[in-house]
């Protein structure tokens, strides 16, 4: 019985370690190959390690800010999710109390109403949303990446089913006492609903930090950019594979902020995905 | 109380307002463009069901043959990056949710980070290791293939970026549904005999069901929406075999020289048919057979 599973360890064992090397060679060549000049990479060919490390790449990187001003993308980019993440806090929390708490006619059917719309696929609505976001004056402004977001359902349905968890009897008792909605909220659910407002903001962070095609469509202005959509741009700046080790080192750059975001709130990811998929871990 | 019979406007009115503003205008709108002749700036003109005419019966038109490989290619797509983005995960989660296996947060942290970097970041990277002169796979294996100009080697590609950056959210939904299995059922299991390969499938496998379907139907959704990664591995070649229908659908509506979002709204209505069409399918399909 135990040598059994002890075969079946080895072999899970096996099968996982080579997975992640596989996993992480990419980021590893990648990371290396921004630290290599070009003619090492054009001379030698493959090597996970450079042989010698420069780091002329970043230098360059830096002091292009006219076509290719990463350092202005990522602090658009940090703009924008900062941003949008903080609003996406606010109108989900306030919408969320609004739908589990509050007493009117006809809410759950609202609310229900507006979920099901949301299912209707977002390819239909792509082109004619550019144009009322030009309406607005928000082309090439961080705000076209801010403000459509916020009308999602997704986080919304979290934070409604969330406080379902929420024993009612607190708020009651609270009501009793004479304290109004407003004074309920602040106090008494905001508190209590932090891990679900945790969850939709950081998928609201690294969802609108990734967010690809419609950052591509709504900014033509290289300086206004956020940096997914700037490094679309690299592969015709940096010369078709002319400057190897500077585009590598701007994906670099452009990976680190998620990647520490992750570090630091790694048990967060963990709970947040299966909270949205409706698992309890 | 009179008071607070208005005051729930101040809780659900903002997001009202975003949500007509930001999703119901814009998705309305999406549809009744798709009957008319719209360049984005001026006025639409109603051309009733001209572009659908065009697009799905016209074959000199160039229309009709955009949509139709676009939506060959969006197809295959889904067709094989979906089953490999259940599977992978699937396999790792189990072998990661093997009693005996240690370090479980660390392999799948490794497994999700890829997850977190962007489509064109992780395109760079990826773009350059099948780059047939400087790249590491012809490097390592002594081969010249031109990766992103050769079939089938440019959907592989494609598929190999997807696969690496797309399967840690399922992995981990995966893995909190194994380990949420009872144990007496795989103990039961193993009474009457059963190997592992035979618990994965009686037992595991119709124990997660919901989630399963859950990341079948998501996963599927989502692929219909590819563009970035054709986009950046491939620029949608060789010869237009890897150009999704978004790319057309971008390049219609928002590409150099004249709009054309009229007859882009065209195609994006079909292709939402199309994805409301299969979610349902699956969803009703695998409900029924799980029951």
Redesign the interface.
């Known amino acids: 019985m135990n040598k059994k599973y002890n075969i079946s360890k080895y072999l899970a064992y096996l099968f996982l370690i080579t997975v992640c090397l596989i996993w992480v060679v990419p980021m590893i060549f990648g990371f290396t190959t921004s630290f290599r000049s070009q003619g090492e990479v054009v001379n030698e060919g493959f090597r996970l390690l450079p042989v010698n490390w420069i780091v002329d790449n970043y230098m360059a990187i830096l002091e292009n800010t006219s076509s290719a001003p990463i350092l202005r993308w990522i602090g658009n980019s940090l703009f924008i999710s900062i941003t949008h993440t903080l609003l996406v806090v606010v109108v989900i929390s306030i919408t969320g109390y609004g739908y589990s708490r509050m007493r009117f006619k006809g809410r759950d059917v609202l609310f229900f109403t507006l979920l099901g719309i949301s299912f209707f696929p977002n390819v239909v609505n792509i082109i004619p949303l550019y144009r009322i976001v030009d309406i607005l004056g928000w082309v090439n402004t961080p705000w076209a990446m801010i403000v459509p977001g916020l009308a999602g359902m997704g986080n919304i349905f979290l934070v409604r089913q969330f406080m379902k968890g929420v024993p009612k009897e607190l708020d009651e008792s609270a009501r009793v006492d004479g304290a109004s909605d407003f004074t309920i909220f602040f106090r008494i659910v905001l508190p209590l609903i932090k891990p679900v407002l945790i969850v939709g903001g950081l998928f609201s962070f690294i969802g609108s930090w990734n967010d690809f095609l419609w950052p591509v469509i709504v900014y033509t202005d290289v300086q206004k950019m956020p940096v997914t959509a700037g490094l679309l741009l690299l592969q015709d700046i940096y010369g078709n594979y002319q400057m190897v080790g500077q585009l590598m080192g701007s994906a670099i750059l452009a990976i680190i902020p998620t990647l520490l975001l992750f570090l630091f709130a790694q048990k967060y990811f963990v709970s947040a995905i299966n909270l949205n998929a409706g698992i309890k871990g | 109380m009179d ?3 208005f ?2 406007w ?3 009115g ?3 307002i ?2 007509v ?7 309305i ?3 009744y ?1 798709s009957f008319t002749n719209w360049n ?1 700036m001026t006025s639409p003109t109603w051309v009733g069901l001209d572009n659908y005419r065009t697009i799905l019966t016209n074959q000199d038109s160039s229309f009709h043959h955009e949509f139709f490989n676009g939506m060959k290619n969006t197809l295959i797509f889904v067709g094989v990056s979906v089953p490999l983005m259940v599977a992978i995960p699937l ?2 989660a189990s ?2 949710e ?4 240690k370090f479980k ?1 660390f ?8 997850g ?14 099948f ?1 047939s ?4 796979m012809n ?2 294996f002594g081969a010249d293939t031109v990766w992103t100009a050769t079939q089938p080697y440019a959907w592989m590609t494609i598929f190999i970026m997807t696969v ?1 950056g797309g399967i840690g ?1 399922n992995m ?2 995966y893995r ?2 194994i380990s ?1 299995v009872s144990q007496d059922l795989y103990e039961s299991a193993e009474i009457d005999g059963a190997g ?1 390969i035979r618990k994965f499938i009686s037992v595991t496998l119709p124990s997660i069901r ?2 399963l379907i ?2 079948v139907v998501m996963t599927t ?1 989502g692929s ?2 590819v ?2 990664q054709p ?2 591995m491939t620029n949608g070649g060789p010869r237009e075999s890897t150009t999704v229908l ?1 790319m057309y ?2 390049d219609l ?2 590409g150099s020289g004249q709009s054309i ?1 009229g007859m ?2 065209a195609m ?2 079909l ?2 048919m199309v ?2 069409i299969i979610s349902a399918a699956q969803y009703y399909v695998m409900n029924r057979n799980s029951a």
Do not use: D, E
């Open positions: 008071k607070s019979k005051s729930h101040f809780f659900i903002p997001h009202i975003l949500f503003v930001f999703i119901l205008i814009p998705s709108y999406g549809v463009a984005l396999v790792i072998a990661i093997h009693k005996k296996v947060n392999f799948q942290s490794i497994i999700y980070i890829p977190l970097i962007s489509i064109s970041a992780a395109a760079l990277i990826w773009s350059l290791i780059n002169q400087l790249g590491m490097n390592f690496w959210g981990i939904i909190a549904s949420n592992p919901f989630p859950y990341t959704a219909f929406n563009f970035g986009l950046m978004m659908i971008r509506a928002f979002a882009a709204s994006a209505v292709l939402g994805i409301l």
